[in-house]
């Protein structure tokens, strides 16, 4: 049986990813950062399997890396913690940096010394291509440039060009995944995408009147988490190390998303319940990121199952019957507690 370490488990790609190992008979060590709120909502229906654990751990700690890499002796590492909102990096930017700087680092050195055959995943991100004005015709692929256009996205650079610094330099078996955005109703409330859905359902019960948003205009190359864990797994059980475009290929604007979700919701036209913010606008705007994940498709043998209707259908559906469960178990309590 294989182990696995997953850095950021209690993300939405992390808890995807520990279901796909663990399906695959894998044995997980999922790495939380100590908070004080557990904050394992994503993770109760996995918590206690047999062969799951979790174990606090922190991107600025080396020891704790070192230590648990001589612990469980992994044979995989997916490195998917960090603070991940571009536009929460213009706020925070040292700790942004900071964590996925120094912290790809630090795995990086302790992998190289204490078990230089783990095979290492890196989280890298669309967002690294920036402001390129020079959009390919079939998106951004492997060898497009980069012009990153926050801190987020200039961290991320860095580590993956690291990544690669240390797949030549050492002969470590480290791989990229260049992850266009992905989705899901597991996805964080601040995001774009899923504040969208969480709005329709909301507004459809009849809690909420009006949703307010930012830049609708910005296009992005939307996917679901569940088909972007695949290709993490894939990378990593190829012969060699090598760096992945993941994308479903296709561009919509934040704008088309909100119509999308409305169309689901039967809510009508979205401008009925809509506001523009300007606070919600970042410094340096993205304006559109598309890819080409056509060497995924080729070498991975991988390929999207979830366009933009089904992925807006299952996040609005997933928002909708959570916040219907939670009103009726509030309503359960109020009547007990009448009682």
């Known amino acids: 049986m294989k182990t696995a370490f997953i850095s950021g488990i209690t993300g939405q790609d992390g808890?995807?990813?520990?279901?796909?190992?663990?399906d695959s008979d894998y044995f997980v060590v999922g790495l939380k950062r100590r908070t004080s709120l557990i904050c394992t909502e994503r993770l109760n229906h996995i918590y206690d399997h047999k062969n799951f654990r979790m174990e606090y751990w922190d991107l600025n700690d080396s020891g704790s890396t070192y230590r648990l890499l001589l612990e469980y002796k992994p044979a995989e590492?997916?490195?998917?913690?960090?603070?991940?909102?571009?536009?929460?990096?213009?706020?925070?930017?040292e700790d942004t940096v900071n964590g996925i700087v120094l912290g790809t680092t630090r795995i990086l050195e302790a992998i190289r010394h204490v078990l230089p055959d783990c095979r290492f995943y890196q989280a890298s991100s669309s967002e690294m291509f920036g402001e390129n004005p020079d959009i390919p015709e079939a998106g951004y692929n492997e060898n497009s440039?980069?012009?990153?256009?926050?801190?987020?996205?200039?961290?991320?650079?860095?580590?993956h060009?690291?990544?690669?610094?240390?797949?030549a330099s050492y002969g470590l078996y480290a791989s990229s995944g260049i992850l266009f955005n992905h989705e899901s109703p597991r996805r964080g409330e601040t995001f774009v995408t899923r504040k969208i859905t969480l709005a329709a359902a909301n507004i459809r019960l009849g809690n909420q009147t009006h949703i307010e948003l930012g830049n609708l205009a910005a296009k992005r190359d939307w996917g679901h988490a569940k088909d972007y864990v695949k290709a993490m797994h894939l990378m990593l059980q190829q012969n060699k190390p090598d760096d992945y475009?993941?994308?479903?290929?296709?561009?919509h604007s934040v704008e088309e998303f909100l119509h999308e979700v409305w169309k689901h919701a039967g809510l009508g036209d979205p401008k009925q319940h809509l506001r523009i913010n300007k606070k919600y606008f970042r410094p340096q705007e993205v304006p559109h990121l598309l890819g080409d994940s056509s060497k995924a498709?080729?070498?991975?043998?991988?390929?999207?199952q979830y366009n933009l209707s089904s992925l807006a259908k299952d996040m609005y559906d997933g928002d909708y019957n959570k916040i219907v469960m939670q009103?009726?178990?509030?309503?359960?309590?109020?009547?007990?507690?009448?009682?």
């Open 15 to 22: 808890s995807y990813l520990a279901e796909l190992l663990l």
């Open 77 to 93: 590492f997916y490195n998917l913690a960090a603070q991940s909102h571009v536009r929460v990096s213009f706020d925070v930017p």
């Open 145 to 159: 440039r980069l012009m990153p256009a926050s801190p987020y996205a200039c961290a991320k650079v860095f580590a």
């Open 161 to 167: 060009n690291l990544v690669r610094n240390y797949r």
């Open 245 to 251: 475009v993941i994308a479903t290929g296709e561009a």
């Open 297 to 304: 498709q080729k070498v991975l043998d991988w390929s999207p």
């Open 327 to 339: 009103q009726m178990h509030s309503r359960q309590v109020g009547q007990l507690c009448q009682k």
